[in-house]
């Protein structure tokens, strides 16, 4: 461990400051909070993106400073092609793969950010190459995207795609070990590997992109004494946008979200948040975008209240430990039962400000409408997770049928306007979870055979990548459980005894095959558990 002297160049009042290395490689997240070059343990081989960037000597000017929106001169681009892919991401992928709210704000971040970093330039070009890609193969219903079962056009998009992704990452990797990548574009340089290895399905890459942006953003953030109060704002907009922050809170949920992701550290990679920020919300919001400021506190909320009680669940025969799709208490505590009512009173204020709101909006903008579904959607996925928490008894679930159709419609209606049906098998792709989650949750708790039925086919009937999501593989796992719980099935019912509890997987995205495990009890007199296995493909 050392010390490292430097000017703290963020704070012209502070002439000198000590800074503890933190010893991460090969940079250390506090000297990239503090803005300082961490010398003494890069070597040209330590490289190895995007681990440790730091914060280079220059300044982002304030928003009012920078320049207005520009496509890249002409110059900017190698060849026309390159030109005509950096169209389609302005024109079209970007307002598919961007979160609802933050899609106008982020293309804009991008744009202005490739006019001056040639690395988020062609990473740019590679999304567009890669959604040329995707839309070449529906077109033609191919059922892989991969050069090598690709017609013409496909085939050599992808090539493309690769070629400019390639130059993108060459740019990175020269920007860090110059010392010129600022911490605003390292995050938009973890949005565009996250979009890029997420829509190509690499999900442990993706994951590490939320985690790092995640990770960063957090370092930044403590090392101002009075943050903000408000609700995921930036300490300093003019270094980092409030938009990045919104996009990186929700994303890091996704780290906790998913039953493939958890880990016994996950919880401790997200902000905390009080309640007092939820004090102030109105009667009826006066929009979408303050009914989904305040949705994110809420999840946030929800997110921390479900960490209290999380169980390892350690798999039979092994060592390693998995995480249950629903958590629940042996024993629940007064502090946690009083902390759940409060949190659902919270939901229900929410749904009842969001019921007068949604009464008034322009139903024919199909933006306001996707918006409109996916806030109301993930808001009753997140009430129906929050009230059966501490829930034992797996026919407890039957109680919230209307809840789950509820949440099956809602999906639909989105799905058909965000994605019209196709015989082709190539997911869509966005970064935000919409829809996959909320139905991986349907089809494990909802024993109603036609609402199940329902969400696992919008799951494989409009395949999409959220995220570190896939619908198929949820899909698949889902239609898995489901058919071993109705072996014991009497005149419809499933009873409480062959109810399934956890459910995990080990997924191979190259062979998109899954072995999919759970316990399962033998009879209505036995406690004995087996181990139900199977591989599913999709």
């Not at 905390?272 to 506190?297: H, I, K, S, Y």
């Not at 009083?338 to 969001?354: G, H, K, N, P, Y």
């Not at 082709?424 to 909320?438: E, H, M, Q, S």
Request: charged share 25%; proline share 5%.
């Amino acid at each position: 461990m050392r010390n490292k002297l430097n000017e703290h160049r963020s704070d012209p009042l502070i002439r000198t400051r000590r800074v503890k290395c933190g010893e991460e490689k090969p940079t250390c997240l506090r000297c990239i909070k503090f803005g300082i070059p961490c010398d003494g343990y890069r070597t040209s081989s330590d490289i190895d993106f995007p681990h440790g960037i730091p914060q280079p000597k220059r300044y982002l000017l304030p928003k009012s400073q920078r320049p207005q929106l520009t496509i890249p001169s002409s110059s900017r681009f190698g060849s026309e092609q390159e030109s005509r892919y950096f169209e389609v991401f302005c024109l079209k992928t970007a307002f598919e793969i961007f979160p609802s709210f933050e899609k106008a704000r982020l293309r804009r971040i991008f744009l202005q950010a490739a006019e001056s970093e040639p690395s988020i330039r062609h990473a740019v070009i590679a999304l567009g190459a890669l959604d040329q890609t995707s839309q070449a193969a529906q077109n033609q219903k191919l059922e892989l995207l991969s050069c090598g079962s690709c017609v013409d056009d496909a085939n050599q998009h992808y090539r493309n795609s690769v070629k400019a992704y390639t130059k993108a990452i060459k740019h990175m990797q020269a920007a860090v070990s110059l010392h010129k990548q600022d911490l605003r574009t390292t995050l938009l340089t973890c949005l565009v590997i996250l979009s890029f290895e997420g829509w190509k399905g690499n999900h442990n890459l993706a994951v590490q992109q939320i985690r790092t942006g995640t990770g960063l953003l957090k370092e930044w953030k403590e090392g101002y004494k009075n943050p903000t109060k408000l609700a995921f704002q930036s300490p300093a907009p003019d270094v980092v946008e409030d938009v990045l922050i919104h996009v990186f809170a929700r994303l890091s949920v996704q780290l906790v979200s998913s039953a493939a992701e958890r880990s016994p550290g996950s919880y401790s990679k997200l902000d905390t948040c009080g309640w007092d920020l939820v004090d102030n919300m109105p009667r009826v919001f006066g929009t979408l975008e303050e009914a989904e400021n305040f949705q994110n506190v809420i999840v946030r909320l929800l997110v921390q209240f479900l960490s209290k009680g999380q169980p390892p669940i350690p798999r039979i025969g092994t060592s390693v430990r998995t995480y249950p799709v629903n958590v629940f208490w042996e024993i629940m505590s007064l502090d946690v039962a009083r902390e759940q009512e409060t949190l659902l009173q919270i939901m229900v204020r929410w749904l009842d400000a969001f019921a007068a709101l949604k009464n008034h909006i322009d139903k024919k903008d199909r933006e306001v409408k996707e918006t409109s579904i996916t806030l109301e959607l993930q808001m009753k996925a997140a009430y129906i997770s929050a009230v059966t928490a501490c829930v034992k008894d797996e026919t407890a679930f039957d109680s919230f049928n209307g809840f789950y159709n509820d949440i099956v419609s809602l999906s639909d209606a989105l799905l058909n306007d965000l994605q019209p049906h196709t015989t082709a098998n190539i997911p869509l792709f966005c970064i935000d979870t919409r829809v996959v989650a909320t139905l991986w949750s349907v089809g494990h708790k909802c024993r109603e055979k036609s609402i199940r039925q329902r969400a696992i086919l919008l799951l494989l009937d409009f395949p999409r990548r959220e995220g570190v999501w896939e619908s198929g593989l949820a899909g698949r796992t889902i239609e898995c459980v489901m058919n071993f719980e109705e072996e014991y099935m009497e005149s419809g019912y499933i009873p409480g005894w062959a109810r399934i509890r956890y459910t995990t997987f080990q997924p191979d995205l190259e062979r998109r095959t899954a072995v999919v495990e759970c316990q399962q009890r033998t009879s209505e007199w036995s406690e004995t558990l087996v181990t139900r296995r199977k591989i599913v493909s999709w």
